[in-house]
């Protein structure tokens, strides 16, 4: 197995729904849902990789909280460790980058959806606290 790509994904959940983004074409994993998020850069903590993520990919200010999960995923263009976080909305409007859609999905919802393998644990997590 390839070092580990360490990467953020933010779970903004109103109490009923959570946020989940569709990766457009052109992109890895394209037609995938997931947590919006990214690469943790050199110097950065986990929780300030994912609010700069989340500005640059949804132009959105996030409040980063408690942990979701943590999970290592092997792709065929790497081995991916997603750590997931809780985050509040703290001002900005919705603006896509990365993404061709964004939709609020209760966690049953969720099931219906075509998740990025990665993500899938920290969705059942989600599922099996809130239910």
């Known amino acids: 197995m390839s070092k580990p790509i360490r990467v953020v994904g ?7 729904r959570f946020l989940a983004c569709r990766k457009k074409p052109g992109k890895p994993l394209e037609g995938h849902w997931e947590f919006p998020g990214g690469k943790i ?9 994912l609010a700069r993520e989340i500005h640059e990919e949804l132009n959105l ?12 995923y092997e792709y065929a263009f790497g081995t ?5 976080f809780y985050c509040t909305l703290a001002d900005g409007n919705l603006c896509l980058t990365d993404h061709d ?14 998740w990025a393998p990665a993500d899938i644990p920290a969705v059942e997590a989600i599922a099996s606290s809130h239910s």
């Open 41 to 49: 850069e050199p110097g950065e903590t986990p929780q300030q990789a």
């Open 61 to 72: 200010k996030a409040e980063v909280g408690a942990k979701v999960a943590t999970t290592t």
């Open 101 to 114: 859609e964004a939709k609020w999905v209760t966690p049953a919802e969720a099931a219906s959806l075509n």
């Open 80 to 84: 991916i460790e997603l750590t997931t």
């Open 10 to 16: 933010a779970v903004f959940y109103d109490g009923q």
